[in-house]
């Protein structure tokens, strides 16, 4: 049984930091691409960062650039991302999502990944 299940977040003040989670049960993960989503309330699922299956790199949405990095352990089968400078506007439900079609190249399009987690909040208050 394949399942995506994502850990770590929580409340946490403006620029303070956060590390999610996301462990992937039964994936072999280096066959996959693998991506960060998140959505706001009110607006449509939006994606944070993804690494390439074809040659690992990594891309980030302009918006937490610099302040957000993403990474996994193929071996432990575990995704994660660690946000950092966390701003109001980074509140959100945060999805991980697998694919392994494709030419491997990692794309911000949710319709692309065929396998996601149930989420986790973040919400970053005073």
């Known amino acids: 049984q394949v399942q995506l299940v994502e850990s770590g977040g929580g409340l946490v003040q403006p620029g303070g930091s956060l590390g999610l989670s996301c462990e992937a049960s039964?994936?072999?993960?280096?066959?996959?691409?693998i991506a960060w989503f998140r959505q706001a309330p009110g607006k449509e699922r939006e994606g944070v960062s993804c690494?390439?299956?074809?040659?690992?790199?990594?891309r980030y949405a302009d918006s937490v650039k610099g302040r957000f990095t993403i990474s996994r352990d193929n071996a432990k089968s575990m995704i994660f991302l660690q946000m950092n400078s966390l701003e109001a506007e980074d509140t959100a439900v945060y999805y991980c999502?697998?694919?392994?079609?494709?030419?491997?190249?990692?794309?911000?399009?949710?319709?692309?990944?065929?396998?996601w987690g149930q989420g986790t909040q973040v919400t970053v208050s005073s």
């Open positions: 999502a697998l694919e392994i079609m494709g030419n491997g190249r990692c794309t911000f399009q949710p319709s692309f990944y065929t396998y």
């Open positions: 039964g994936f072999t993960l280096d066959r996959y691409t």
């Open positions: 690494i390439s299956r074809s040659d690992d790199k990594t």
